[in-house]
């Protein structure tokens, strides 16, 4: 079974773990060391942040 590719980038990843506030563990255990909840978190800010983009773009 091939793995999958990261959607997001590392950049957009670690600019939202450090606005949540567990870029600590991340640098020092790496993204296994992050709670189960903080990943949850991590996507759905993602999410909010596409779904603003998308937003932005259509009432340009």
Excluded at 33 to 40: P, Q, T, V
């Amino acid at each position: 079974m091939s793995r999958r590719r990261g959607i997001m980038s590392d950049q957009l990843k670690m600019e939202i773990a450090q606005e949540l506030g567990f870029y600590d563990t991340v640098q020092q255990e790496g993204w296994g060391g992050i709670k189960s909840r903080d990943a949850g978190n991590m996507v759905k800010r993602a999410v909010e942040m596409a779904e603003q983009s998308i937003d932005q773009n259509h009432r340009s």
